[in-house]
Nanobody
Framework: QVQVVESGGSLVQAGGSLRLSCAAS????????MGWYRQAPGKQRELVAH???????DYADSVKGRFTISRDNAKNTVNLQMNSLKPEDTAVYYC??????????WGRGTQVTVSS
């Protein structure tokens, strides 16, 4: 059994910053990759940022230069530092962990609301 839990979502003004955190726990041999998706009302879920076990990162074009993903392999955690937030960043943010020989596990999401 694997649990993935996000935290850090909040209401923030445009131009502000937030830091999302995510922790994976349970029956984990190793984690290949972790990352974040988001889903805004009426829109499809989209990839925000992804980080491999070796530290390679990928970002959605819309967040490049503003968001930074990082992870602690020893603690099975991943963070998403979000700066210069825009109203269009408003969404539920979902963390995922790709468990070796286990598949992808998702958190329940954390709400980020950016007011203009």
């Amino acid at each position: 059994q694997v649990q993935v839990v996000e935290s850090g979502g909040s209401l923030v003004q445009a131009g502000g910053s937030l830091r999302l955190s995510c922790a994976a726990s349970g029956s984990i041999f190793s984690i290949n990759a972790m990352g974040w998706y988001r889903q805004a009302p009426g829109k499809q879920r989209e990839l925000v940022a992804h980080i491999t076990g070796g530290g390679r990162t990928d970002y959605a074009d819309s967040v490049k230069g503003r968001f930074t993903i990082s992870r602690d392999n020893a603690k099975n955690t991943v963070n998403l530092q979000m700066n210069s937030l825009k109203p269009e960043d408003t969404a539920v943010y979902y963390c995922y962990a790709d468990i070796a020989i286990g598949g992808r596990y998702w958190g329940r999401g954390t709400q980020v609301t950016v007011s203009s």
